[in-house]
């Protein structure tokens, strides 16, 4: 760790030497991220992680340095994480040091990369190393990579490597190869491309599943096996306002660990796996319609047969569910089964003039035995009345198996939930004001309503945004356990506070939160959280 510390101090010290002497031949670029959090101990919402009980207050930064000059591009990012919960919610996690660093070169036709990296092969279904600080992830790979274009319409990269994990990396070799071709036939055009996975288990990983399978019955012991093999073929074919995307991704058998469908028992197997993924969409003026279909047969793609949760990730599974970000409408969100689903989604959007547009999603989703894991019935409506004036009414009507999605046995949660959203401008004029900067005066409402008799009960919620672009902004909210189910008898307030101050690419934002426990997801990937009570404080700016 020294010597690499050492090594980017020296890499900074020439790019910004370089950067000062001749500006036109390097670009020094980069981004800060801290996050700070203050507990507030609430026993009714059942806070009682490590942090309420001991630490009181976490932190989290990222500070990334980018340069590039002559087909060169350096990359470092140094991370720090004090009695932090975002890797794991119930863990008060604590490093700090150089986390990723990246040297590309860009050879006419080639480039060539060292270090950490982030890719994916199409659409991620088969390989996808990824960061999304929302919740915790960072996949990246720290290895080699080569890509290969020789011309726009064709592409080809390889890569091997071992996954980043915190401050170190997952002892299993991975390696990659895609190739991407674009072509047509008359007005119709197809974008082919081919993926290769591979992953190699280390010695000591072979040995503990060598005696855990020792340890199972002689009828359900199996040979091991070092390598995984993977494959995909995808292909999105476009005509006019048409355009249809189809993949499928096979893997070869390997250990993995599974939740038996009748015992719930966690059972270790050897199973090969797949994936059917498609998705058609079209559109014309004032209309659109678009729809997926997802069929997943064992299809866990990890560095290690031990790795839990969402540690040792190597894919990316899209979820077959419509991304929403209203509080109620949101809380009760799926991630795809790499262990099997099928489902299918389809959405209509219609808008007969500019100033009304429908929108209609349905999804419906299966275990592979039958069982229903989830159905969504959604329908929204909004309407521009004036340039200041705009709002929005919606129903949505929720199936939700909680007993997979949050691990509750025995429980499935039925919702019906209304809502409304209406946004005002106070004042139209973005001119400057005797040559200060004018403040555009903006307020949002939300109301919103969540019915079930199951879980915690049902919701009301409420929020008020002022907003003064391109500086403030203010928010108030509150989710009211308006009707507690039985094994929540007490009606509790969820309320928030919120503060936001943006000085050119600089924010500043600080509020104090109650959030109910449950769900939390990010671009379809999710993770049960535990309640919080709280402060957070977060200041970003890139340069």
């Given at each position: 760790m020294i010597k690499k510390?050492?090594?980017?101090a020296i890499l900074v010290s020439l790019a910004t030497a370089a950067t000062a002497q001749d500006d036109t031949k390097g670009h020094l670029s980069g981004d800060v991220m801290i996050n700070g959090t203050v507990y507030d101990r609430d026993t009714l919402i059942g806070t009682n992680t490590t942090q309420y009980l001991h630490e009181k207050s976490s932190a989290e930064a990222w500070f990334t340095l980018n340069y590039r000059i002559q087909g060169w591009s350096f990359m470092t990012r140094f991370d720090l994480y004090n009695n932090s919960p975002l890797l794991n919610p119930v863990e008060a996690y604590t490093n700090q040091g150089l986390a990723f660093y990246q040297i590309s070169k860009k050879i006419d036709k080639w480039?060539?990369?060292a270090g950490h990296f982030y890719d994916q092969f199409g659409s991620g279904i088969l390989f996808r190393a990824y960061e999304d600080r929302v919740i915790g992830l960072d996949y990246a790979v720290q290895g080699v990579k080569v890509q290969y274009t020789p011309n726009d319409s064709f592409m080809i990269k390889g890569f091997t490597g071992l996954q980043k994990?915190?401050?170190?990396?997952?002892?299993?070799?991975?390696?990659?190869?895609?190739?991407e071709k674009i072509w047509g036939i008359g007005n119709v055009g197809f974008l082919t491309g081919l993926g290769f996975f591979n992953r190699t288990l280390d010695q000591a990983t072979m040995g503990q599943l060598a005696s855990d399978i020792n340890a199972l019955p002689l009828a359900q012991r199996f040979i091991p096996t070092y390598n995984m093999y993977a494959g995909t073929i995808y292909n999105t074919l476009s005509f006019q306002g048409f355009s249809l995307y189809t993949e499928y991704a096979r893997k070869s058998r390997e250990a993995v660990f599974v939740t038996d469908d009748v015992t719930n028992e966690v059972q270790l197997k050897n199973?090969?796996?797949e994936v059917f993924y498609g998705g058609a969409n079209y559109s014309f003026s004032g209309f659109g319609i678009n729809i997926q279909y997802?069929?997943?047969?064992?299809?866990i793609m990890k560095t290690s047969p031990y790795a839990t949760l969402l540690d040792g990730i190597t894919d990316y599974l899209p979820a077959l569910s419509k991304q929403l970000s209203m509080r109620l409408p949101a809380l009760y969100s799926v991630s795809a089964q790499s262990q099997g689903e099928e489902g299918i989604q389809g959405e209509v959007t219609y808008s007969p003039n500019k100033h009304s547009t429908f929108d209609l999603n349905a999804s419906y989703i299966t275990q592979p035995n039958g069982d229903l894991l989830y159905r969504e019935l959604y329908g929204d409506y909004s309407h521009v009345f004036s340039r200041r004036v705009k709002a929005e009414i919606g129903v949505q009507s929720l199936i939700y198996n909680f007993s997979v999605y949050e691990g509750h046995p025995g429980a499935v949660v039925h919702t019906i939930t209304p809502f409304a959203e209406m946004s005002i401008r106070l004042n139209n004029s973005t001119k400057p004001n005797n040559g200060k900067e004018r403040l555009t005066p903006s307020l949002r409402f939300e109301l919103q309503y969540?019915?079930?008799?199951?879980?915690?009960?049902s919701y009301a919620y409420g929020l008020v945004e002022l907003n003064l672009a391109p500086k403030f902004s203010f928010a108030v909210s509150d989710m009211y356990n308006i009707i507690p189910a039985h094994a929540t008898p007490d009606k509790i307030?969820?309320?928030s506070f919120f503060v936001g101050y943006t000085e050119k690419q600089t924010r500043f934002t600080i509020g104090y939160a109650k959030q109910v426990a449950g769900v939390v997801c990010t671009g379809g990937v999710c993770r049960v959280e535990p309640a919080f009570s709280g402060v957070r404080?977060?200041?970003?700016?890139?340069f």
């Open positions: 510390l050492f090594y980017i480039e060539f990369t994990y915190r401050f170190t990396v997952w002892p299993q070799v991975m390696k990659g190869l895609n190739s199973l090969d796996g997802k069929k997943i047969r064992s299809f969540l019915s079930t008799k199951q879980d915690s009960g307030n969820y309320y404080a977060s200041l970003s700016t890139n």
